[in-house]
T-cell receptor
């Protein structure tokens, strides 16, 4: 089944403890991206990747890192999480940029 | 950078009535305008999209119109049903790896 797999589904952590949210797609998509969703603000893009080893900042990249070492995987790294990073996170992929996005199931992150 | 505004933020309609959600964008270089539907607790899913070389697109009860001169596009849902109740997001993007920018969302409630 074609899908974007995101883990974990829920995560509670404490300020400053490094964490990684994984994202994997099995559709051979070139384009992958991360979004955070906050009430009243919609979906805001954190980082995106056009292909392996090609990544760029979105609108809200501060406090986040990404890597694209393989085409299928695009992990989101929070090196030192802070409470203002408490949010619902979505990974998404598409065959190319400017195409339909396929979203993962989301990760609800709480930073205490 | 691109900025997308969306109105209204909430919309209630009677079952069978029509619903219209409007979005405006700021960057005339944007050329792809999708609409996503997000049901409670679920991931966003594409319901319809339009490119800048087309003025209108229809898929059963859903239609999207685009006015490039005024830089706005609208989602039209006819004969609304309770299962149309969800949050709807518009978005704008352009080719070659630029940001994918979403509007803040519209919560649609279809009342029986």
């Amino acid at each position: 089944e074609a899908q974007v797999t995101q883990n974990p589904r829920y995560l509670i952590t404490v300020t400053g403890k490094k964490l990684t949210v994984t994202c994997s797609q099995n559709m051979n998509h070139e384009y992958m991206s991360w979004y955070r969703q906050d009430p009243g603000l919609g979906l805001r893009q954190i980082y995106y990747s056009m292909n392996v080893e090609v990544t760029d900042k979105g609108d809200v990249p501060e406090g986040y890192k990404v890597s694209r070492k393989e085409k299928r995987n695009f992990p989101l790294i929070l090196e030192s999480p802070s409470p203002n990073q408490t949010s619902l996170y979505f990974c998404a992929s598409s065959f190319q940029d400017n195409e339909k996005l396929f979203f993962g199931s989301g990760t609800q992150l709480s930073v205490l | 950078g691109e900025n997308v505004e969306q109105h209204p933020s909430t919309l209630s309609v009677q079952e069978g009535d029509s619903a219209v959600i409007k979005c405006t964008y700021s960057d005339s270089a944007s050329n792809y305008f999708p609409w996503y539907k997000q049901e409670l607790g679920k991931r966003p899913q594409l319901i319809i999209d339009i490119r800048s070389n087309v003025g209108e697109k229809k898929d059963q009860r859903i239609a999207v119109t685009l006015n490039k001169t005024a830089k706005h596009f609208s989602l039209h849902i006819t004969e609304t049903q309770p299962e149309d109740s969800a949050v709807y997001f518009c978005a704008a993007s352009m080719s070659y790896g630029q940001n994918f920018v979403f509007g803040p969302g519209t919560r649609l409630s279809v009342l029986p």
